[in-house]
């Protein structure tokens, strides 16, 4: 025996719903069935992409919450640091100001040299990032 492929649905509506569903009908061209099923079809698909709409904003939230949460950690180790840093850095006057302000200009553009080199060789994929020391002992500040 064959399965059916149509089932006869029943439904009541107001007096001004099945007027606009006359009209529509009317003014389309349609069968009162074909739109029935036309807006079953639209109203079933709309709500799955909305399913789906729904789930990539819960996945998006989760990502979200998951990064501000890292930021926030960020932010405390930071703050840990320079909590630490201001503890251990002795006050100095001016003139010691001046020669440490050009020793660590010096020592930072010498990083930031090295820095730069080994992203150009890991992007040329001639290094490793992770292993590699940014200068040697001899050259260490």
């Keep these: 025996m064959a399965e059916k492929k ?12 099945h007027k606009k569903l006359e009209y529509f ?12 099923n036309m807006s079953l079809k639209m109203l079933l698909e709309e709500e799955s992409k909305w399913d789906v709409l729904w789930k990539r904003l819960d996945k998006l939230t989760a990502s979200s919450n998951k990064f501000s949460l890292k930021i926030y ?24 100001k ?33 292993s590699e020391k940014l200068w040697s002992d001899e050259e260490q500040v």
């Design 73 to 96: 950690t960020l932010g405390e180790a930071f703050l840990y640091f320079m909590q630490y840093f201001f503890a251990l850095t002795p006050d100095m006057d001016d003139e010691e």
């Design 6 to 17: 149509y089932f006869r649905v029943a439904s009541n509506l107001n007096k001004s719903l």
């Design 98 to 130: 001046d020669q440490a302000n050009q020793k660590g200009h010096v020592r930072y553009e010498k990083y930031m040299r090295a820095l730069i080199s080994r992203f150009q060789k890991a992007k040329a994929g001639k290094g490793d990032m992770l």
């Design 25 to 36: 009908c009317g003014k389309n061209n349609y069968s009162v069935s074909k739109t029935i």
